[in-house]
């Protein structure tokens, strides 16, 4: 009987180790990645921090770069997970311009003074 018992776990254990060696031998399909750069109205540390942080967050992100020279967020995301639209649309969510999608008026208010945009220059005067 305890023979028995033996033979019965040692097959169990080759059937799992045979098939997670099957599984690994047949990898799915790799996610495709893309990167997108978005202008934004982020213009200093404290910016690039907190939308680093805020989209780094993010499902499918894998890496996000603000240059804070250029305004420039460079991020690089898994296409199955995320989209171009869903980052800028959370860059507008935290307080920030992000192409052509404008900042959401309250969360920019929230952002430290610094970070506030700029009044424009009246240009009659």
Known sequence: MKNLKNITL??????????????AQNPASPSKTATVVIKTSGECDMCKEKIESTLGKMSGVKKV?????TKDVTVEYIT??????????????IGYDADDVKANNRAQRDLPACCQPKPKADSTK
Not at 10 to 23: D, E, I, P, Q
């Open 65 to 69: 770069t603000l240059d804070v020279a």
């Open 10 to 23: 040692l097959t169990l254990v080759l059937a799992l180790f045979s098939f997670v060696n099957l599984k």
């Open 80 to 93: 199955k997970k995320t989209s171009p639209d869903k980052l800028r649309k959370a860059l507008a969510e």
